[in-house]
């Protein structure tokens, strides 16, 4: 029988964290949702018709490049 000392309990915790710190990473960074994400960042102006009538979609690229 294995005995989990308080290192062992430690461990298994901070395998946790990190797994879910890299599937919640893969999900945001995921290509799938990006239509979703881009939809989700004009949601603070769902309240005024007019200022998501004029918004356009944000672009990935800059324009400021040489």
């Given at each position: 029988?294995i005995?989990?000392?308080?290192?062992?309990?430690?461990?298994?915790?901070?395998l946790?964290?990190?797994?879910?710190?890299?599937g919640?990473?893969?999900?945001?960074?995921?290509?799938?949702?990006?239509?979703?994400f881009?939809?989700?960042?004009?949601?603070?102006?769902?309240?005024?018709?007019?200022?998501?009538?004029?918004?356009?979609?944000?672009?990935?690229e800059?324009?400021?490049?040489p």
């Open positions: 029988m005995m989990m000392d308080i290192g062992m309990i430690r461990g298994l915790g901070t946790l964290v990190m797994l879910a710190f890299i919640l990473t893969l999900w945001v960074f995921s290509p799938a949702r990006k239509a979703q881009d939809d989700a960042t004009l949601l603070p102006f769902a309240d005024d018709p007019e200022a998501t009538s004029n918004v356009e979609p944000a672009s990935a800059r324009e400021d490049r």
